[in-house]
C-alpha cells in the first residue's frame, strides 16, 4: 500500500501518518518524489485496510502495490531513475558505455586501456581488483593494489570508475576508491553486502544472479532502496540455461519487462553473457534496440593476453564498431 500525501500536506501529517502505520504493527517508508511525498507500507502480508489511513488529514489517496517488491517498483515512483555519478548519467535518454578489461592489470597496461576506450567513446572505466572465480588457482585479482591503479585511472582519464566489491570486509576500502561499485551475479543475493552498501551510499550496479528470476534480482535491487540508497542500476549479465553454445544466455526478455516493473536504470553486459568476443557485437546492439540504458563490456588493448576473460574480451576497435552501433540506434523510435 502507497499512501500518497497532497502537495500542501505538512510533515506532521506525515509523522501523523507514520505514526498510525506503526500502530497497525507495519514499517512505514518514506517515498521522496519530485512533487509529492509517499509513504510505503512494508511488512504486510496480505492486503491492508486503507479506511483509516485515508481519511487522515493530509491523505490523498492510497494505492494498493501489487508487487513484493516496493520501492524499486514503478507503481510506488513512477518516473524513470537517473543516476548522475560524476556527471555522467546512467538511466537518462543517452545510453551509457562502460568498458575495460575483467581485471585491473599493471598500472600501465591498464591506464593504456583506459585511455584508448575513453578515446573510443566510452563513458566510464571498469575493471575488476577483486575477482571472484570460479577456481581457487585462477587469478584473483591484484586487490588493494588494484585500487591504487583505479585511482590513478580516474586522476589520468577523468573517467568514472566502476570495480566489483566481494565482500563487506573490503567495502569500504573498495567505496574511498571508485565510483560506482559492482555486485557481481554470484553475490546479488548476498544480503549482508547489499546492507553494507546500502549504507555506505555509493551508487551500485547490480547484476543479475546467475539463476535468479526477475523478482528475485528486483528483491535484491530492494535490499539497497529500503536501506536507504536509492543510486542503483541494474545489469543483466546472462542466466544459466541448458545451452553449451554460450558461456550464458543473455535474457534481454528481462529489459522491457524490469523497464515495466522498475523506475531503476538497467544495463546490459553481453561479455558475460556469450562469453565469445566474434558475437559480443551482435548482442550488444541487440541490447539497445530492446531499449537498455547502457552496456557493460570487457575491452582490452590486448584481448588475448587479458589476465581473466580472455576469450570474451574484445579490441578496442570492436568497441568503436558499437559505440558507432549506439550513435545509430539512438535514431530509433523510443519504446
Ligand atoms: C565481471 O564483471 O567480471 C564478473 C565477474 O561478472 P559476473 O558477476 O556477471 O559473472
Ligand atoms: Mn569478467
Redesign the pocket.
Known amino acids: 500500500m502507497l499512501i500518497i500525501m497532497r502537495k500542501d500536506s505538512t510533515s506532521e501529517q506525515c509523522h501523523g501518518v507514520e505514526e498510525a502505520i506503526r500502530r497497525m504493527g507495519f514499517t512505514p517508508l518514506r517515498v521522496p518524489g519530485a512533487d509529492r511525498t509517499a509513504v510505503c507500507i512494508t511488512g504486510n502480508k496480505g492486503p491492508v485496510d486503507s479506511s483509516l489511513l485515508s481519511q487522515m488529514p493530509g491523505v490523498l489517496e492510497c494505492i494498493p502495490v501489487t508487487k513484493p517488491y516496493k520501492l524499486v517498483s514503478r507503481e510506488v515512483h513512477p518516473e524513470d531513475t537517473v543516476l548522475d555519478v560524476a556527471g555522467v548519467r546512467i538511466g537518462g535518454p543517452e545510453v551509457t558505455l562502460i568498458a575495460g578489461p ?1 581485471s585491473v592489470e599493471t598500472e600501465s597496461r591498464t591506464l593504456e586501456v583506459a585511455r584508448r576506450v575513453k578515446e573510443g567513446g566510452a563513458h566510464m572505466f571498469r575493471a ?1 581488483a577483486f ?2 572465480r570460479t577456481s581457487p588457482y585462477s587469478f584473483q585479482g591484484l586487490g588493494e593494489e588494484g585500487l591504487v591503479t583505479l585511482r590513478r585511472v580516474r586522476e589520468d582519464t577523468g573517467l568514472p570508475v566502476v570495480t ?1 566489491v566481494i565482500d563487506t570486509d573490503s567495502a569500504e576500502a573498495v567505496a574511498e576508491s571508485v565510483d560506482v561499485l ?1 555486485v ?3 553475490n546479488m543475493q548476498n544480503f549482508s553486502l547489499l546492507k553494507k552498501l546500502a549504507e555506505l551510499g555509493k551508487p551500485v550496479l547490480l ?1 543479475r544472479g546467475i539463476a535468479a528470476t526477475v523478482d528475485e534480482w528486483l528483491m535484491a535491487a530492494e535490499y539497497l532502496l529500503a536501506g536507504g540508497n536509492h543510486r542503483v542500476a541494474l545489469c543483466e ?1 546472462g542466466v544459466r540455461t541448458f545451452n553449451n553454445h554460450s558461456r550464458n544466455t543473455l535474457d534481454l526478455n528481462v529489459v522491457p519487462l524490469v523497464r515495466d516493473l522498475s523506475h531503476l536504470p538497467v544495463l546490459v ?1 553481453p561479455s ?1 553473457g556469450v562469453g565469445v568476443r566474434e558475437r559480443v557485437r551482435p548482442l550488444a546492439r541487440a541490447a539497445l534496440a530492446a531499449g537498455a540504458h547502457g552496456l ?1 563490456m ?1 575491452v582490452h588493448t590486448h584481448p588475448e593476453t587479458s589476465y581473466s ?1 580472455a576469450g570474451q574480451t574484445i579490441d578496442v576497435e570492436t568497441f568503436r564498431g558499437i559505440v558507432r552501433d549506439a550513435e545509430l540506434l539512438r535514431t530509433l523510435e523510443p519504446l
Open positions: 575483467c575488476g575477482k571472484p566489483e559492482q557481481g551475479a554470484r547484476k549479465r553486459d558475460h557493460l570487457e576473460d
